[in-house]
């Protein structure tokens, strides 16, 4: 009996590690990141980059990971949205959500994902925590 207690203990505990669910954006460390980012950029390019942070309060955005692999991220920014589906696979604690043919590379810690998208000019990356 006391076995039988502990292995469903143990599977609502993994049970709760998994990634999916629906997260919200983490405005507060989503501008620390993107500061970090912006201080890798040339000099020329920062002030232009630093426009996005002055605009990230303006934005909401949800990324909702569904069991099976299925993703979809809605952003609203000044009374419109738009919506974007893709899909999404974890490996260890990273999750990877393609969409549109590109992929972003996430690393899962506690309730928060912490997603990068790479570009040629730099890096661009947001902050959610689940809800």
Known sequence: MKMNKLVVIAALALAGCGVEGTYALDKAETKKASEADIAKL?????EFAKLGIAMMDQM???LDLKSGGAASMKVTMSGKSQETTGTWKKEGDDVTVTADG????????????????KHASGNTTMVFSKS
């Open 60 to 62: 909401d955005a949800t």
């Open 102 to 117: 590109k992929d972003t590379k996430c690393t899962k810690s506690g309730k928060k994902l912490t997603c990068t998208e």
């Open 42 to 46: 040339p000099a020329a390019e920062q």
